[in-house]
């Protein structure tokens, strides 16, 4: 430095919130000319955005790679981030800002460079949290404030941290190649800088770095550029994008280990108020939970928290004073409680902006204009729960539909379609329900990593997670969405799969209840444009599986379980209907047949098998009324019989009224029952009956008791017994 | 004269001299020693000069931090758990550490009345020199107030609910009114109040909120793992036979080993491998019943010279468990059936089992 230029080096730990306190000395001290940022430089460019004000923290750097969109990184930020605290330092003294790193261009194709794994990762990544850890603390934060007391200039603290890292570069004789390469490529920086001409220069990278960078001018120039020569490189492009502390808290691209972004900040802004603000923040979410928090409460919280941290010879509180003091004071030992405050208080919601003056990710383009094509503008970004009905007859709203399905598609459910199936012939309705997440915000740039617009976007994403779903309800409900979704290139294969898994696949009740949903698509709007081959031929395969395996899976089911298989079968019989198909008709009556007759079955689906049989009229009615006949008088399961009638009878009064025969076999049954049993089943007949509309009911009580005495009842009962079921019929009816 | 059971000061009493004679770091008001000695008296381990300090608390050590930070703070603490989480055992070597005197005690119980938490007339003076400072009975909460110290509370949720709520006032305004001579006895410095509380048994009273919110709550868990409550055993049955006349006959930590993980497994509900579920008997089986199903196994072996330990220990298995005649029966049968039987090195122990129980049936 025979010139007098000054290069400090300053290694902060990435999200430390004590090393920004300590960086903002120091840079007050230096009074620098010029401040270099541990970023690659190709992301250089966004600087002037910061100095511009047009970003909110928490917010990221995205890089990826123009031709391979899956190539991508990220730089997240907070307020409390060293560096974002350097770049707000320079923008108010008016300071020179470089990122100074190797080309993320590079990064991405350099061996090692793009995968980071390991603990030797963790350990260049975050030294501080090793040290703190070999130093007995849990929180890296509270061994940073324990171990920077005695800073009086501002530079102690790095000098002694330079000092610290080269020790630890020394033990740990493991050094990746990448990172060669990189602090190679730092140094390089800091020479042209001096060339250039600045006379102070602040130097802010993780402080791993620290001691490759502090030997600029030993190391020789000729080597570093050795280094730094003949890598490949691609073409990247980069740009703001907001981040959440969520994120932040859960992975980070620098992969330090920040525990509570919150908790961070509030130590940032002023450590001697944390305890305080933090406690204060915690009574709020608990009486947002609905819990009494007074502000005693709190007091005594942070009184608690303040004697634990003495008796554990802390200087200051940290995450687990915090939390053993709430989890007594606050929730009465209730960890439960503790765990759901965890999520809030640790991780928190807070969502940073950019303005939409920075160029954004292309795919978020396309969605805006794909929006603005739905007329859904007024909805999009709304965080109110809204209703909404499409009518798909209409072009706008038909786009709208094929948006709301594609951004599901892309695992963004802006829209969530409310019981898809409710109108299987009314295919020209959908009723939706829109609800804005922030954190949506930064699902759609993730989702850019597939592509450009959002059809391509869904094509890759999809074809992606097809290969790796093995849950093949899950690809029922993909399907379901590519058809509503026009996305016919993905009908193929998704059959296919669906096709593969469903093959190997015994498990009868999914089979049934992916079906219909198929069925409807088939006859779904226009959808006879499209391609539908491959899902009849799907079809194809799946119902005669079902109807092999179905009457084999009915013989023993579990109570719990016989309610979906009810409604699964239910709701395939009235699919097939619609399918106009004689063959697969016929093969599925057989098997209902099969269930119908075969003994031992469920009660309640041998029941309703019985009644779509009576209803299509494929078998002898007499045959019929002889096997209910038969299950009623039945005395092995008490329950069985009314188990049978509900299956039976279940939404259909009006076989009670026009069958006179099945009339009177029901009633002779319910009239031999003795008081006890009556009372027994009555839920279970009263669940039955109460499916019935009020108009069948009067129909039936009329037939039964009322003013036509014509009706004749083929058996005589005792007055007494007579009266008991009419008690019966009176309350369920 | 002998006594059968030393206070926890008496016992330990050179552990605490010890202690206090090394202690460095600041005393909180009226404490004889400081939160740190406190906290090594209770988890054990040793002093600055080599003094051993026996573990008193084989649990987490972050709940008897919380629990000692508690009793700094303005609120009292409440020791909450299923019966055998060490609740009076920690509040008692608590009050021992802290103060020196774990003897102001009340036990609370269905029956306990206002007057064992306030203050009771001595009628006899009452009637001859009319209500006067002398004919007051204190109870030992006013006589914890006075002398600045902590008084204990066992099984608090026992006593009937307007009874617990005499606490508020002591606890909020560290007062206590005595309308009848016109005056109030105030609390001196350092006194707080340990109450202990279980809120697994039946007949328990709930804190009114108002009590609650003055109390820091802290939930003792029963032992982790075989390993802490193997420790708390072997230590606790150790003692024991230091009161009583001890038998010479041990029965070896392998066959305790085993007591110990029926035990774990019936209340847990599942085997210790976790590939089996097993049903849970009406009785709680904590640590305190494995440790009294030692004692006895142990007492059995010795008295009655059974050369098999695993006859003495089957039997205090079924007496704990077979509670409830029918139903727990059939539960240990399952369990021996399921789990036992199939176990290496097992097949004596559920030979034996299987004797008790049938000979029961």
């Known amino acids: ?23 903002l000395n120091a840079l007050d001290a230096l009074q620098p000319d010029l401040i270099l ?68 261009g590079i990064s991405f194709v350099l061996p090692e460079g793009a ?186 919280a942070t009184k608690l928290t303040l004697e634990l941290t003495r008796i554990r010879n802390r200087n200051r509180p940290g995450i687990n004073e915090l939390f053993d003091a709430m989890s007594t004071t606050f929730c009465q030992g209730d960890e439960s409680l503790i765990e759901r405050m965890r999520v809030k ?107 450009n617009t959002i059809v391509e976007a869904c094509h890759k994403y999809t074809m992606d997670k097809i290969n790796e779903e093995s849950q093949f309800s899950q690809l029922g409900q993909v399907l379901y969405t590519v058809l509503h979704a026009d996305l016919p290139d993905l009908i193929g294969p998704v059959s296919d799969r669906i096709r593969d898994l469903g093959n190997v ?64 079968i239910s709701q395939l019989h009235h699919a097939i209907q619609l399918m106009d198909r004689d063959d697969i008709l016929n093969r599925w009556m057989e098997c209902l047949q099969k269930i119908a007759f075969q003994n031992p079955c469920n009660a309640i689906v041998k029941g309703m098998a019985l009644r779509f049989l009576l209803v299509k009229e494929v078998v002898e009615v007499d045959q019929i009324y002889l096997e209910i006949e038969y299950h009623l008088s039945t005395i092995a399961d008490p329950f069985y019989p009314a188990l049978l009638l509900e299956g039976f009878l279940y939404g259909g009064g009006w076989l009670l009224i026009h069958r006179s025969a099945l009339r009177d076999i029901v009633d002779q049954w319910m009239s031999s029952l003795d008081d006890d049993t009556f009372m027994n089943f009555l839920p279970i007949l009263r669940r039955t009956f109460s499916t019935f509309t009020s108009s069948e009911k009067e129909v039936i009580y009329d037939l039964l008791f009322g003013r036509e005495k014509h009706i004749k009842t083929s058996f005589s009962v005792d007055t007494e017994r007579q009266e008991i079921a009419r008690k019966g019929l009176n309350r369920l009816l | 004269m002998e006594v059968i059971r030393l206070h926890a000061e008496e016992q330990y009493a050179e552990e605490i001299k010890a202690l206090i004679k090394e202690d460095k770091d600041e005393k909180p008001a009226s404490w004889q020693m400081s939160p740190q000695q406190v906290l090594t008296y209770i988890m054990g381990g040793k002093t600055k000069k080599g003094v051993t300090i026996e573990p008193k608390y084989f649990g987490q050590r972050r709940l008897v931090e919380l629990a ?128 202990t509380a279980n809120d697994r048994d039946k007949g328990v009273h709930d804190l009114s909120s108002a009590l609650q919110r003055r109390f820091n709550i802290v939930r003792l868990p029963l032992p982790v793992d075989l390993e802490e409550e193997l420790k708390i055993v072997n230590y606790r049955v150790k003692e024991l036979q230091g009161f009583t006349s001890a038998p010479k006959k041990v029965i070896k930590e392998a066959d305790i080993k085993k007591l110990i993980t029926v035990f774990r497994e019936l209340r847990s509900g599942q085997s210790e491998e976790g590939d089996i579920k097993i049903k849970s008997p009406t009785a709680t089986l904590s640590t305190a019943e494995v440790i009294s199903a030692v004692n006895s196994s142990q007492t059995m072996a010795h008295y009655f010279g059974y050369d098999d330990a695993n006859k003495p220990i089957a039997e205090s298995i079924v007496s704990a468990v077979v509670k409830d005649a029918t139903k727990d029966q059939m539960i240990l049968q399952e369990y021996l059936e399921t789990v036992m039987k199939s176990r290496k090195g097992w097949s004596s122990l559920y030979k034996s089992c299987k004797e008790v129980l049938d000979g029961k049936g």
């Open chain 1, 505 to 568: 696949s015994e498990d009868v009740l999914l089979l049934m209840q992916i079906t219909p949903p198929l069925i409807w698509s088939l006859r779904y709007g226009d959808t006879p444009q499209l391609n539908t081959s491959s899902v009849e031929e799907l079809l194809d395969q799946l119902l005669p599986r079902i109807c092999i395996l179905l009457p084999a899976a009915v013989i023993q089911v579990a109570d719990d379980q016989s309610k979906h298989y009810f409604t699964a």
């Open chain 1, 345 to 451: 208080l640790l991780e928190g919601e807070n969502i940073g902006k950019v303005s939409d003056q920075i160029p954004m990710v292309p795919l978020y383009k396309d969605l805006e204009a794909a929006i603005k094509k739905a007329r859904l503008q007024k909805d999009w970004k709304n965080q109110s729960l809204i209703e909404k009905h499409l009518d798909l007859r209409k072009p706008t709203q038909l786009l709208a539909s094929r948006l709301l399905h594609r951004m599901f598609l892309l695992e963004i459910p802006w829209g969530v379609e409310l019981e898809p199936d409710h109108n299987p012939l009314g295919n020209f309705h959908e009723y939706w329900e829109l609800q804005w997440v922030p954190d949506f915000e930064i699902k759609i740039i993730e989702a850019s990593i597939w592509g």
């Open chain 1, 1 to 23: 430095m025979a010139k007098g230029e000054e290069v400090r080096i300053f290694g902060i730990r990435h999200h430390g919130a004590g090393s920004s306190r300590n960086l």
């Open chain 1, 115 to 300: 995968i980071k794994t390991g603990k030797m990762q963790a350990l260049t990544n975050d030294p501080f949290s090793y040290m703190a850890s070999l130093a007995g603390y849990d929180d890296p934060e509270r061994w940073w404030d324990s171990f920077i007391e005695q800073d009086h200039d501002g530079f102690t603290i790095f000098d002694t941290i330079l000092e610290m890292m080269t020790e630890m570069r020394a033990a740990t004789s493991y050094e990746k190649s990448s990172n060669a390469v990189r602090e190679a490529f730092m140094r390089n920086e800091i020479r042209s800088a001096i060339r250039e001409g600045y006379q102070k220069i602040a130097v802010v990278c993780g402080a791993w770095h620290g001691p490759a960078l502090a030997i600029w001018q030993q190391q020789k120039t000729a080597e570093d550029k050795a280094l730094i020569r003949g890598h490949k490189k691609v073409q990247t492009a980069c740009t703001w994008v907001p981040w959440s502390y969520n994120r932040i808290a859960r992975h980070t691209g620098y992969g330090s280990g920040v525990i509570s972004p919150y908790w961070y900040e509030a130590l940032f802004e002023d450590p001697d108020k944390a305890l305080s603000k933090w406690m204060s923040r915690a009574s709020q979410i608990l009486q947002s939970l609905g819990h009494a928090v007074s502000p005693a409460h709190t007091i005594d």
């Open chain 1, 37 to 104: 940022i541990e970023c690659p430089v190709d992301a250089q460019m966004l600087t002037p955005y910061v100095m511009q004000d047009l970003l909110i923290p928490p917010v990221a750097i995205m890089i990826w790679d123009k031709n391979d969109l899956t190539r991508y990184a990220y730089y997240p930020f907070t307020s409390f981030s060293p560096e974002w605290q350097a770049m707000q330092f320079a923008k108010k003294h008016d300071v020179h800002v470089r990122f100074f790193d190797l080309p993320q």
């Open chain 2, 68 to 195: 000692i930070a508690t009793l700094l703070t303005d609120r009292a603490l409440l020791l909450i758990g299923v019966p055998g989480t060490a609740k009076s055992w920690l509040s008692e070597h608590l009050a021992a550490a802290i103060m020196g005197d774990s003897s102001l005690m009340i036990q609370g119980t269905s029956g306990t009345s206002e007057d064992a938490i306030r203050y009771g007339w001595n009628y006899a003076k009452l009637l001859q020199e009319g209500p006067s400072q002398e004919a007051l009975v204190s109870s030992p909460v006013i006589r914890a107030m006075n002398a600045g110290k902590l008084v204990r509370i066992e099984e608090l949720t026992r006593i009937p609910s307007d009874i617990q709520d005499a606490l508020i006032t002591v606890l909020s305004e560290k007062s206590l009114p005595v309308p009848e001579l016109n005056m109030e006895i105030r609390a001196r410095n350092g006194f707080n109040v340990i109450a």
